[in-house]
């Protein structure tokens, strides 16, 4: 099964997509009305724009440092999760997408790093809580947000997870509990992205490493943007070894093509007759 990941709404509609992810928040803070052909996809605790808005928002480190694109391997900034206002304004969002279609993604969910968060609400929080292990109790406030959102989704809710599969990173990284999540998600997806995928043995490393470590379904999303045909074409054969799906983001114009080809060169290879 393959799909396509876009923030233009004329793509969902193509023949060629078995499924299609909408983007009605993405983490420059655009939104977008939910539409009934795509799965809405919304950015959680990425958010350029509330960042920039309200500096309140943004994480700390325990140095005082923000989580914004001005640091280093940031590609966009965070909004603390235990921000209870904004929290309430992405439930809103997932109410409105589930309005609209029954199935919504969650994006960018979790912490920004291990070192995040430590402002000052978030340390009153860990010490007033029942939690001796600052990590664990991270893990508790992503799976506390994931069931509310878990409630207002009648269809599946899928959960996109940072892609690395060794124990213990993402709990680490991200404050992500994968056990505890799994009783509200019904599938992970896994951006396994690169800029030309002139190689493919990593990411069936870095895919089947999450096959090993998920009993709840996964897919496989690949970067689509400017990749040569035939390299995405072999990322997309290893990546449907151990997806779910395979999805190709934001460029569904070369992931249509891809497609076509493939399907064209499996045409080419069937026999008939003795």
Do not use: Q
């Amino acid at each position: 099964m393959y799909g396509v990941v876009t923030r233009n709404e004329e793509e969902l509609a193509w023949s060629e997509f078995d499924r299609a992810f909408y983007e009605v928040k993405d983490v420059t803070g655009r939104a977008a009305e939910p539409v009934p052909e795509g799965i809405s996809m919304v950015s959680c605790f990425g958010d350029n724009a509330a960042a920039d808005a309200n500096p309140d928002l943004v994480p700390v480190s325990e140095d005082g440092k923000p989580a914004t694109r001005e640091r280093r391997y940031f590609d966009w900034a965070y909004v603390c999760p235990t921000r209870d206002d904004y929290r309430e304004g992405l439930l809103e969002i997932v109410d409105d997408a589930a309005a609209v279609t029954p199935d919504v993604r969650l994006d960018d969910v979790g912490f920004p790093r291990p070192e995040y968060c430590h402002c000052d609400r978030c340390e009153r929080r860990f010490a007033e809580s029942e939690f001796d292990d600052w990590f664990a109790w991270r893990a508790d406030v992503i799976t506390e947000f994931v069931r509310e959102a878990r409630e207002r989704v009648p269809g599946d809710l899928y959960l996109t997870l940072y892609p690395d599969p060794y124990p213990g990173h993402i709990h680490e990284r991200a404050g992500l509990d994968i056990d505890a999540l799994a009783e509200y998600v019904d599938e992970f997806v896994v951006p396994i992205y690169d800029m030309a995928y002139s190689t493919t043995y990593w990411l069936e490393i870095i895919a089947s490493g999450f096959a090993d470590a998920l009993d709840t379904p996964f897919s496989v999303e690949l970067y689509a943007v400017d990749v040569e045909i035939d390299n995405l074409i072999d990322a997309a054969e290893v990546a449907s070894e151990y997806g779910e799906s395979v999805l190709f983001g934001y460029d569904a114009s070369n992931a249509r093509a891809t497609l076509r080809r493939m399907n064209a060169d499996g045409r080419e290879g069937e026999e008939f007759g003795a």
